[in-house]
């Protein structure tokens, strides 16, 4: 199943039923007669089961916001794109929507078919500028606007940039947690640990009072600046997580 498929099965639904965004995946739980339940905390984020024709998606009751809305929004993946399976359980959804991570096949379909439905990559496009890189601001805006985790739209913006000189890196007590980039990037010359030096790991060490988006300029910390310049945007999302957005210019 490719992507321009799950693309065009998430704009087909929402064209055909006319959903609003920004986008309650719950509303499309009740148009389908789909059961919504939420239950209590799990050792997976949720389930989607089909059973007598009966169709049940099951979210862990700890999750809420942003996450809860994917992780609904990825059981409805299950339920359009792998209809002929009764039981689908799901962990660390909130994790796995990036296209570089190894998940299985029909994990990865669920989270592009969330990310899609959520964000479609049709609006991220017509609202990225044109003739500039993303930044950290841009990213900011498109979530507050869809009422979607700053990570996912990271990803989504990265993804359909015009530029494609863009890498977002998510690091986690140092550690490169995830990451986004354009397919000319070598992934071999990511850095794996937060260099020192860098502005995140001047936010890792001090981290700011505000959650605001941070900015300079360097050559030579990262990888990708031993021979370009690069701009170097933070934002700390969480306790001991930062994410970095690196432009090559």
């Not at 339920?79 to 998940?103: D, K, W």
């Not at 996912?152 to 913006?157: H, V």
Request: proline share 4%.
């Amino acid at each position: 199943m490719n992507k321009k498929y799950i693309e065009h099965k998430a704009s087909q639904i929402r064209q055909d039923y006319c959903f609003q965004y920004p986008l309650h995946p719950e509303a499309i739980c009740i148009r389908f007669g789909i059961n919504l339940i939420d239950i209590h905390p799990l050792t997976n984020d949720g389930y989607y089961i089909s059973h007598h024709f009966n169709k049940y998606i099951y979210c862990s009751s700890h999750i809420r916001g942003v996450h809860r809305k994917f992780v609904i929004a990825h059981e409805l993946g299950h339920y359009f794109l792998h209809n002929n399976e009764t039981i689908q359980i799901c962990s660390g959804i909130i994790n796995a929507f990036n296209r570089h991570l190894l998940i299985s096949e029909s994990e990865s379909e669920a989270n592009a078919f969330a990310a899609e439905i959520l964000l479609p990559s049709q609006f991220v496009k017509e609202l990225l500028p044109p003739k500039q890189s993303v930044t950290l601001s841009t990213i900011n805006a498109i979530a507050k606007q869809f009422e979607v985790s700053l990570t996912m739209t990271g990803i989504r913006c990265i993804e359909n940039s015009k530029t494609q000189n863009e890498i977002l890196l998510c690091y986690y007590k140092g550690g490169l947690k995830w990451h986004a980039y354009s397919d000319d990037i070598e992934y071999g010359r990511l850095d794996r640990t937060i260099p020192p030096g860098s502005l995140a790991s001047d936010i890792i060490e001090n981290p700011p009072t505000q959650r605001q988006v941070l900015h300079t300029s360097n050559k030579g910390i990262w990888n990708y600046s031993e021979d370009n310049q690069v701009i170097e945007e933070c934002i700390m999302i969480a306790k001991d997580t930062v994410l970095v957005l690196l432009i090559i210019e």
